[in-house]
């Protein structure tokens, strides 16, 4: 006790923060972990009903998280740094600012007299940009796979020996996680299936590598995706109705 209690008196304010955790039965619950994914949840609702909004509040969770994914990099505890999820919480920033630049301007553009607040009016995307997208996915994860195969080899973590699935995994989410983020700057119906193909991997991934507030978060969240899907594809179906008949008058 007084070894651990020690090791609580050398750790700064930012290590105690990663590391502080309510402890529920055997399991140790982070704090850091627990208020990112609710703020991710948040910024997934205010997407669903389309607020500018949305961008600013995912950017604060995929801070949050980052750091959350390599505690054992930044903390003192013994978690399994995961390497490919905090990455693409860099990437989520650096896609979210063009995000929240593409949806403030198309909503000055031609929402600025919305009362509702959207930002944006969802499509479908087409044949081309479905093939490329697809296509990025396929090889930025095999290409992704190597890397983070390398990179564990440059530094292993004497804590966890991680199995031939561990890396297709952390790699599949990662680029999976970029597509979708992209796809939804974008206003693509099709960003919401992308997140359901992220979902069938990341929520076992995330429960066997212990992070279970992750877990928990993607079922729910695999629910809600399913949900916004449905409310964009029906947004877009009148969006397309209202611009049939000034094409057809056009034309005549």
Known sequence: MQALALADQTKNVFQQAI??????????????????VLIGLASAYLGMRRWVWAWPVGILANIML???????VFGADERIPL?????????????????WWRWSQVRRLNHADDASGVAITPRWA??????????????GTVVVHQAFVWLWNLSPNPFFTPEWWFYW?????????????????R??????????????????FAFATDYVPT?????FYGLFVIYGFTQWVKVSRVAERDVEPQLTGTSS
Do not use: K
């Open 169 to 185: 995994c952390d790699a599949w989410i990662f680029v999976g996680s970029i597509v979708a983020t992209y796809a939804m700057a």
């Open 66 to 72: 980052f750091f959350v994914y390599l505690g054992a």
């Open 187 to 204: 206003g693509w119906n099709e960003f919401w299936l992308a997140w359901i193909a992220v979902d069938l991997v990341g929520v076992p």
């Open 19 to 36: 590391d502080a955790t309510i402890p529920i039965g055997p399991y140790q619950l982070h704090w850091l972990e627990l208020i990112g």
């Open 83 to 99: 390497f490919g999820q905090a990455g693409r919480q860099v990437f989520f920033i650096v896609t979210s600012i063009y995000g």
């Open 126 to 139: 087409t044949s081309r940009e479905r093939v490329a997208v697809v296509a990025f996915w396929l090889v």
């Open 215 to 219: 877990g928990v978060l993607y079922t």
